[in-house]
């Protein structure tokens, strides 16, 4: 068996995403627009992918005001013709890939007793397909290039156990999420590409606010005391707490990590 060198970096090299392409779906806003700026904040190129253009422009503008580099593509995840238009826009803008962060994803608070076809199809298309769909042009893409390459899908602690009930097409979706990120990290190793997962919970973004809409002020507050109770860090998290976990796998300091997942949930799934 031959193996590969692998260069001694500084702490200081560790983490830069220098020169480097990384897109970022879902990243005008919550967790995708923590990562976004955490890669750019790491010299990054950052792509942000948002099926509202408007608000990716406006997650760019900040990222450029502060002195990074980002362009915005508007995109329906779960599209094909636009998910390769969106890769081929960042080979435009940049001229290479190097980082795919699966971040975009819907969490609808609805038992499947009640569920329609239509739902429980747009659940699996945004949070499933969407996955595969960026992960198969990245990848091609990164091929192409000749090989490296990171992908980090966001899945969730429902990725590995229910969290509530009401979330049946949710924990679906983002089971496939686990099982997809192991077994495409088999097909793609051979072309250095590593694929790694990260199961967070609890993290207070626009998106899990939405999710809840369908609750009386009443049951949210109960659910949210009920969650925190069951939390030993005692807090929420925040998007950052996601996105530098996702810097850490993006770079050469998790080089020997591929099929593999961290949980950041502030110890939910230990009680």
Request: with cysteine; charged share 20%.
């Amino acid at each position: 068996m031959t193996q590969r060198a692998q260069e001694r970096l500084s702490i200081g090299r560790l983490l830069s995403q220098h020169g480097k392409t990384a897109i970022i779906t879902g990243g005008a806003m919550g967790i995708g627009k923590g990562i976004a700026d955490r890669f750019a904040e790491a010299e990054a190129n950052v792509v942000i992918v948002d099926l509202n253009q408007e608000e990716a422009q406006k997650a760019v503008d900040a990222v450029v005001k502060a002195g990074g580099k980002a362009v915005a593509a508007g995109c329906d995840v779960s599209d094909e013709s636009t998910v390769k238009a969106t890769v081929k826009k960042a080979i435009t803008a940049f001229g290479r890939v190097d980082v795919l962060v699966n971040n975009a994803g819907i969490y609808p608070f609805a038992p499947a007793l009640q569920m329609l076809v239509a739902e429980w199809d747009r659940i699996q298309a945004v949070n499933l397909r969407g996955l595969f769909l960026f992960s198969r042009e990245f990848a091609n893409q990164v091929i192409r290039q000749g090989g490296g390459g990171v992908i980090v899908n966001i899945g969730s602690i429902d990725s590995l156990h229910p969290s509530a009930v009401g979330l049946a097409a949710y924990d679906a979706s983002k089971g496939g999420v686990l099982m997809f990120t192991k077994n495409f990290a088999l097909e793609v190793a051979p072309y250095g590409i590593r694929v790694n997962m990260i199961a967070p919970e609890g993290i207070v973004t626009e998106g899990v606010q939405k999710g809840l809409t369908g609750l009386t002020p009443e049951q949210m507050k109960a659910m949210k005391e009920q969650f925190l109770a069951r939390v030993p860090l005692g807090r929420w998290g925040m998007p950052d707490d996601i996105a530098t976990v996702a810097l850490f796998l993006a770079s050469p300091a998790a080089s020997y990590m591929t099929g593999s997942y961290m949980v950041v949930d502030g110890g939910r799934l230990l009680t």
